[in-house]
């Protein structure tokens, strides 16, 4: 079991999302990912923030109760 919390692993996602969007476009001129499959990872990877910024507010809710 780990000890990292919502909050951190939001940090993680969206700091690895940043990364994606701006290596990817390279990746793409370079013909090494297709321009479908970069969108795709990167739609993932926004689905996955989002995931976590909810269960954060779900989180903060719960605490406020």
Known sequence: MNNYGSK???KAI???LNLRKRVY???VEQ???SPHMAAE???IFESIAL???KLIMAEA???LL
Do not use: C, F, G, L
Request: glycine share 0%; hydrophobic share 30%; charged share 50%.
């Open 31 to 33: 013909k090494k990912m």
């Open 51 to 53: 995931d976590y910024e």
């Open 14 to 16: 969206v700091r690895e």
């Open 25 to 27: 476009p390279r990746w």
């Open 41 to 43: 990872e990167i739609a």
């Open 61 to 63: 809710e719960r605490v």
């Open 8 to 10: 951190q692993k939001h």
